[in-house]
Nanobody
Framework: QVQLVESGGGMVQPGGSLKLSCATT????????MGWYRQAPGKERELVAT???????NYSDSVKGRFTISRDNAKNAAYLQMDRLKPEDTAVYFC??????????????WGQGTQVTVSS
C-alpha cells in the first residue's frame, strides 16, 4: 500500500525558511506528477506547486519566486523549499502524487499533512 509521509513543518518567523519533504512508501511503478497543496483554516485546499517529469515546475502566483519544488526520481520523493515566508503562508501542507502502473492504471495519493505556521 502506498503512503506519503510529509516532514519539515513547524513554526518560523516572517522572512524565515523551511524545507518540507515528502517520502513515499510502498511500491510505485512510476510517478507522473508530485506536488504540494495547502489548506488554511476556513479556506479551500489550494495548489502550491507541482512538478511533472520532463516539464518545468508550476507554482501558484502567491508563492512564485519564494518557493522551490524539487523531486528525487530515484527515491520517489519531493521537496518544497520555502523562503521569505509570510504569515499568509500559514496552513497545513499536503503532499500529492499522481502515479500509474505498467497497465496504464492511474492513482492519486495524498499525505496526512504537515503544519506550517509563520508568526512573530
Amino acid at each position: 500500500q502506498v503512503q506519503l509521509v510529509e516532514s519539515g513543518g513547524g513554526m518560523v518567523q516572517p522572512g524565515g525558511s523551511l524545507k518540507l519533504s515528502c517520502a513515499t512508501t510502498g511500491v510505485i511503478y512510476a510517478i507522473h506528477t508530485m506536488g504540494w497543496y495547502r489548506q488554511a483554516p476556513g479556506k479551500e485546499r489550494e495548489l502550491v506547486a507541482t512538478i511533472t517529469r520532463g516539464r518545468s515546475p508550476n507554482y501558484s502566483d502567491s508563492v512564485k519566486g519564494r518557493f522551490t519544488i524539487s523531486r528525487d526520481n530515484a527515491k520517489n520523493a519531493a521537496y518544497l523549499q520555502m523562503d521569505r515566508l509570510k504569515p499568509e503562508d500559514t496552513a497545513v501542507y499536503f503532499c500529492y502524487v499522481d502515479s500509474y502502473t505498467e497497465y496504464d492504471e492511474w492513482f492519486d495519493y495524498w499525505g496526512q499533512g504537515t503544519q506550517v505556521t509563520v508568526s512573530s
